[in-house]
């Protein structure tokens, strides 16, 4: 068990760098522009990264039982209902206001939003198969073997 931990603690580490605090750094940059508009979408890429995290750590930690693949089919069910509320529905309404200036942006994402659910619902049917394929590959190594005719 305690490699399967330090293979969690390692691959949480680098997602946390590489997902969250590398471009947090970046986008900080951008917050001087836009600083609501950065507020409110930094809450979901926080909660974005941290569902990530828990998925891959709590994934490794049950790799090789039917719990890993039971993570993986809610992994892809949480992280669709995630895009649709991240992304309004489909439909993003954005309001700048700069010194004299104010700006109203209105954004219809729905393709983007539907490619996240596609690649979301392959990724649900992915591990589905392979829960199937798991207990199947189960359930053959608990049959008897067949003895040789005399």
Do not use: C
């Not at 828990?54 to 039917?66: C, D, H, N, P, Q």
Request: charged residues 15%; glycine residues 4%.
């Amino acid at each position: 068990m305690l490699p399967r931990i330090a293979k969690a603690l390692i691959k949480s580490l680098l997602y946390f760098v590489f997902m969250y605090a590398l471009p947090m750094a970046l986008l900080s940059q951008v917050a001087e522009f836009a600083p609501e508009l950065f507020a409110r979408y930094e809450q979901f890429f926080s909660l974005f990264v941290a569902m990530v995290i828990f998925f891959v750590v709590s994934s490794e930690l049950t790799a090789g039982t039917i719990y890993q693949y039971g993570f993986n089919v809610g992994k892809a069910i949480i992280l669709i209902v995630f895009f649709v509320l991240a992304l309004d529905g489909g439909f993003i309404e954005l309001n700048f206001a700069m010194e004299r200036m104010r700006m109203h942006i209105w954004a219809d994402v729905r393709v983007y939003l539907a490619m996240f659910i596609t690649i979301d619902l392959l990724g649900l049917a992915k591990s589905l198969l392979q829960a199937v394929n798991f207990l199947s590959e189960r359930a053959e190594q608990q049959l008897p073997t067949p003895q040789p005719a005399r």
